[in-house]
């Protein structure tokens, strides 16, 4: 597992650039542009398991769903930012991708930390140091664990 760490209002243009909005639209097409305009190594290094750390504003710009999607798709366990942009945050939810808000982890890490996160407990480890963040809601974790709102949606009228 590897942190990659970003700064402040890293928008949905640097987490997927507008140009391909178009052209591509299925999780393979958008993973080789994730991020190229801001961290040309990111898409061919992610790995599944890994967290981005970033700061204020995660997701600012516009409302494509691209970035979550391949976000969630290259295999990025948790975003960890001081604050995430509303409808990027959304858009997350909807893939399933666990985002977790705490300042606190952001300025805590430094490279080469060990991180593990507890999204039930609402707790984050950096570095060691056992880190406390809002617990997410019973409903936002459920749809995480589905795997995303259309797999949970699909559940959950199976179940009627």
Request: contains cysteine.
């Amino acid at each position: 597992m590897k942190v990659w760490k970003y700064g402040d209002d890293i928008n949905t243009d640097m987490l997927f650039p507008g140009k391909y909005t178009y052209t591509c639209s299925t999780a393979e097409e958008i993973k080789p542009h994730l991020l190229e305009d801001l961290d040309s190594e990111f898409a061919g290094k992610v790995a599944e398991g890994d967290i981005l750390f970033a700061g204020k504003n995660f997701g600012c710009g516009s409302s494509r769903e691209q970035p979550a999607l391949g976000l969630k798709a290259v295999g990025v366990q948790a975003i960890v930012a001081k604050g995430f942009a509303r409808i990027f945050y959304r858009a997350a939810i909807n893939q399933g991708l666990l985002l977790v808000e705490c300042a606190e982890a952001v300025d805590a890490y430094k490279d080469g930390d060990e991180v593990s996160l507890d999204p039930q407990a609402g707790q984050i480890k950096v570095g060691g140091k056992v880190l406390n963040f809002p617990k997410l809601p019973p409903e936002i974790l459920a749809i995480r664990e589905a795997g995303g709102l259309l797999p949970y949606t699909r559940a959950a009228l199976k179940k009627r």
